[in-house]
């Protein structure tokens, strides 16, 4: 069992940088594929990205390749997502997810343990 805890949202400006990050409560992360989705209101969630155990596969979605950053650090059990030049279709609840797999999925319904989500606002 795992349990995920997003923090980094916020209010920010169009151009602006945020850095969100995912604590998990298990013993270690390395054993899980890790990735984050977004949900804006009236949409369903959608893939950003994913990262492999080891770091060394990752996957973005083509709207955010470029300007984001998937990365982990098994040793502090941390997932982070850097999110650069901000657009305000950024805006969004971020969700961070894990599964235990070597395998990377970009579909939600691949992954089990998920947190509760942050708000990112990008104004225009």
């Known amino acids: 069992q795992v349990q995920l805890v997003e923090s980094g949202g916020g209010l920010v400006q169009a151009g602006d940088s945020l850095r969100l990050s995912c604590a998990a409560s298990?013993?270690?992360?390395?054993?899980?594929?890790m990735g984050w989705f977004r949900q804006a209101p009236g949409k369903d969630r959608e893939f950003v990205a994913v990262l492999s155990t080891s770091g060394s596969n990752t996957a973005y979605a083509d709207s955010v390749k470029g300007r984001f950053t998937i990365s982990r650090d098994n040793a502090k059990n941390t997932l982070y997502l850097q999110m650069n030049s901000l657009k305000a279709e950024d805006t969004a609840v971020y969700y961070c997810?894990?599964?235990?797999?070597?395998?990377?999925?970009?579909?939600?319904?691949?992954?089990?343990?998920w947190g509760q989500g942050t708000q990112v606002t990008v104004s225009s």
């Open positions: 298990a013993r270690t992360i390395s054993g899980y594929a």
């Open positions: 997810a894990a599964r235990w797999d070597s395998l990377v999925f970009t579909t939600p319904n691949r992954y089990n343990y």
